[in-house]
């Protein structure tokens, strides 16, 4: 079931926040999403092309995409004994 499905747009911030609080997430997950997604937003692709995520209008599915690689590379930084490729191969979910 999707719990934004026949929703308001407006109302979906609220639908995430009590997903989100609903979810046994330790504290710092949240936090390293959040610190992913600033990343990837403000970002550029290279210094040639000079482009951010924003100005490219990437599909949604390409920035799930970058998100799944960048969550683990904060965690791998900031939680002793995480290694990501551990937990692309089995799955690993904190």
Known sequence: MNPYDG?????????????????????YIVEFCLKSWESILNGK????????????????????ALLHDVIPEYIEKNV?????????????CM
């Open 7 to 27: 929703k308001n747009l407006d109302t979906w911030p609220t639908i995430t926040k009590e997903l989100v609080e609903a979810h046994p997430l330790t504290p």
């Open 45 to 64: 692709i290279n210094t040639y092309l000079n482009l951010s995520i924003r100005e490219m209008r990437i599909s949604p599915q390409a920035t799930g």
């Open 80 to 92: 002793k004994g995480f290694r990501k490729r551990y937990w692309k191969r089995e799955g690993y």
